[in-house]
């Protein structure tokens, strides 16, 4: 190749580069609009600056800590049925070897809801199965197992306590996450979150809060009293 032929290229390159860097302005742009939106039809705050302290707010949501530069952005907040939310993109970095030497940078990029519990609860990890999980159970990585068989077949369930990962997963409450859209749910001991390992749509903000809602109101009410119980008698 000449060296006409090489700025040719060069120049090719650089067009479509600055085409797409456009594009992605314009997509990011759009999707602000879209979430400021939601967020005013719904009462709720809309701040679309990098919040860096959410790994600290909650530091037992192994998906807030992950990777490196990790932050929150397109932040949602206020009251949701009585209910305090935070809902937000989140961003985070891998890094990995070039085949010539040097390091590449991986960026990441997920969205999650996180509700804030009227009640305390206890910790618990629900999500969809995987073909990995599968092999992790037959090494002898145990998850919990429950009555429903097509329950198991689409989640997988961790607890240190199983009596609470029961006492949540009842018969209705897994016929209702069997029905409802896909997330992955942790919950710490005062908030769950939701999310998925790519950005929701805006709507699919409401579907994660109403899906950690269903959870927390179809728990027993003496469930619920034991949780309360549980905290004040720590207190003292």
């Known amino acids: 190749m000449g060296f006409e032929g090489f700025y040719l290229v060069l120049g090719i390159v650089v067009v479509v580069g600055i085409i797409a860097a456009i594009i992605g302005a314009m997509y990011e742009r759009r999707r602000r609009e879209a979430m400021s939106q939601w967020a005013s039809e719904n009462g709720l705050r809309f701040d679309a600056s990098r919040h860096r302290d959410l790994e600290r707010r909650f530091p037992d949501f192994h998906p807030l800590h992950q990777g490196s530069n990790r932050y929150a952005y ?3 907040s ?3 049925g009585g209910r305090e939310i935070l809902a937000f993109d989140y961003h985070y970095e891998t890094y990995s070897s070039r085949r010539k030497g040097g390091r590449q940078t991986n960026h ?4 999650a809801v996180i509700v804030r519990t009227k009640f305390p609860v206890q910790p618990l990890v629900i999500r969809s199965r995987s073909f990995f999980d599968s092999i992790a159970s037959f090494f002898g990585f145990e998850d919990i197992s429950f009555e429903s068989a097509e ?8 607890a240190p306590n199983r009596r609470w990962a029961f006492d949540v997963l009842h018969t209705r409450a897994m016929q209702f996450l069997l029905e409802k859209p896909r997330f992955s749910i942790e919950f710490d001991h005062h908030h769950g979150i939701a999310w998925r390992d790519r950005r929701f749509k805006p709507e699919e903000f409401e579907d994660a809060v109403t899906v950690i809602e269903g959870l927390l109101d179809q728990l027993p009410d003496y469930v619920r009293q034991q949780q309360i119980d549980g905290e004040v008698a720590v207190a003292r």
């Open 74 to 76: 397109n932040v949602i």
């Open 78 to 80: 206020g009251d949701w």
């Open 108 to 111: 990441h990029y997920f969205s």
């Open 151 to 158: 329950f198991n077949r689409a989640f997988t369930v961790k």
